[in-house]
């Protein structure tokens, strides 16, 4: 009961995660590029889960997150120099047909993001030598980010994460 099987992952070469799970979903890099694997986490009829396509972007999506504070919000980063933001319906609905959000295209491929931990709506993520840090200011009625970013490595990054408290944000590059 606790496996699910049967599902053709893509094996890409990324910094980030290639599995993440909310309350909800559990979404995993697809073996089309650009695409994401969505399984409920709950069981349906007879313990039978369908597998939905979640086609995120034109290129291989490097890393995404689910947000701490929505389990239906998902953020994806893609060799295509986005970030896209995505409600995931409720149980039994159709994938989103586009992202909430679009930020991008950035200065290179985004490999890592991440939500914070005590923060409602706000994302960090990392391209190249730069961090961005997005914040949603309308809440979850809307999203219209505003955006900051720190230039401080001075080569590639290769990891980030937020202080469990949030009031740190990690980085380290090669």
Do not use: Y
Request: hydrophobic share 35%.
């Amino acid at each position: 009961q606790a496996w699910i099987g049967g599902i053709r992952a893509g094996s890409v070469t990324s910094c980030g995660n290639h599995v993440k799970a909310s309350c909800r979903w559990i979404a995993f890099n697809a073996e089309a590029a650009g695409v994401l694997g969505i399984v409920p986490l709950e069981c349906e009829d007879g313990g039978k889960r369908t597998v939905s396509q979640l086609c995120c972007h034109s290129d291989v999506v490097t890393d995404f997150d689910f947000s701490p504070f929505d389990q239906l919000l998902l953020a994806t980063g893609s060799a295509d120099q986005t970030v896209k933001v995505w409600r995931l319906p409720e149980s039994g609905q159709d994938m989103p047909g586009g992202a909430g959000l679009t930020l991008g295209p950035g200065g290179g491929p985004v490999d890592m993001l991440q939500f914070h931990p005590t923060a409602d709506g706000v994302l960090a993520s990392g391209a190249g030598k730069r961090v961005t840090t997005s914040a949603n200011p309308m809440g979850r009625g809307g999203w219209a980010a505003a955006q900051g970013s720190l230039d401080s490595h001075g080569d590639q990054l290769q990891s980030l994460t937020w202080k469990r408290d949030g009031c740190l944000l990690g980085t380290s590059c090669k």
